[in-house]
């Protein structure tokens, strides 16, 4: 075992079948690494005597210590004994994971009028660049954005 880095992550190589690679400093946290290459961060824990199992998200799109404060945060709800697992189910809603909540946190956020870096600091992210991903603009404040300029060109253009 060893501590889950970029580094660590991006060494992993495909093999012919699926394989696992766990943290040694936070029990249950691990990557996934599939033969087509993808890798994907997955937190397990037992709820009862039931081993439970939860994607945190693709190495794509989420990094390290963001699948560290993911994972912290279930095994936290596990441990009190919560089953996050369980929630989701009752829920109906099974392929919701944490890190599509953030995202879409982030786009209301952007959407609502605030800032990259205000938004970055309430996900914990400490690079403006991170928080640029994951907010997605939806499409109406686009279309109102470009209708605006729009306007403002003709009026440019008239005068």
Do not use: C
């Not at 039931?50 to 963001?66: C, N, Y």
């Not at 095994?75 to 089953?83: E, H, V």
């Not at 392929?95 to 946190?105: G, M, N, P, S």
């Amino acid at each position: 075992m060893t501590r889950l880095t970029k580094r660590i992550v991006e060494g992993a190589t495909p093999k012919v079948k699926e394989y696992y690679l766990w943290d040694e400093d936070i029990p249950g946290l691990g990557l996934r690494v599939l033969p087509s290459g993808r890798k994907q961060y997955i937190v397990q824990y037992r709820a009862g005597r039931r081993s439970r199992r939860i994607s945190l998200g693709p190495h794509t799109v989420l990094t390290a210590e963001q699948a560290r404060t993911n994972a912290l945060s279930i095994l936290s709800d596990a441990r009190s004994g919560k089953d996050p697992a369980a929630e989701r189910a009752r829920a109906d809603l099974p392929e919701v994971r944490i890190h599509d909540l953030r995202h879409t946190f982030a786009s209301t956020a952007i959407a609502a009028g605030h800032s990259l870096p205000i938004i970055g600091k309430l996900l914990g992210h400490t690079q403006v660049q991170t928080t640029a991903r994951y907010a997605h603009l939806a499409a109406q404040p686009a279309v109102l954005a470009a209708d605006s300029i729009s306007d403002v060109l003709d009026q440019a253009m008239v005068a």
